[in-house]
């Protein structure tokens, strides 16, 4: 049985509209109200402020400023909880702060005040020390060794410790 030419123009054009009318449907149901308005998402931007500061300081009296990510302070409190192969731990006369690192490099700006060592694992670091009256202090604390610092170190000054930087 053939199909005429007829037939395959009105069953040709059922199947368009049909084709037409659920795609239609289908796009009129998936789209809803947006939930919340594009104005109101906060957006998006890094600004290296590290988080929780606020209440570092509270609780631990060391003020932590910016970093890229790579180190952060941990919970420890003894040298003994620090000693992880990507620790760096200092001492300071509010006590002994443990950090983390995750990389090669890194920094993190802080404010430490009465710094006077600091231990390392696996990672050199650069540390940079400000007295009053004394211009900034770089000093490169090899891996795997302690370095002391500030009133310990050779300038013999109380020092707070302003930057650490992981090198490598």
Request: hydrophobic fraction near 45%; charged fraction near 20%; proline fraction near 5%.
């Amino acid at each position: 049985m053939a199909i005429t030419p007829a037939r395959k123009t009105l069953l040709g054009g059922l199947t368009a509209a049909l084709v037409l009318g659920l795609g239609a449907t289908a796009l009129a149901l998936s789209q809803s109200a947006p939930a919340v308005a594009a104005a109101d998402v906060p957006g998006l931007v890094e600004d290296f402020n590290y988080p929780g500061a606020a209440k570092v300081l509270q609780d631990r009296g060391v003020t932590l400023k910016r970093g890229d990510g790579h180190i952060w302070l941990t919970d420890a409190t003894a040298l003994n909880e620090c000693s992880d192969v990507s620790s760096i731990a200092i001492e300071s006369r509010k006590g002994v702060f443990c950090f983390k690192t995750n990389a090669k490099s890194g920094y993190l700006t802080l404010e430490l005040p009465d710094t006077f060592s600091i231990w390392t694992q696996d990672h050199p670091v650069k540390a940079t020390l400000t007295a009053e009256g004394e211009p900034d202090a770089v000093v490169n604390a090899p891996a795997n060794d302690l370095t002391p610092v500030g009133e310990a170190g050779d300038t013999g000054v109380r020092s707070v410790l302003v930057e650490i930087r992981v090198t490598g």
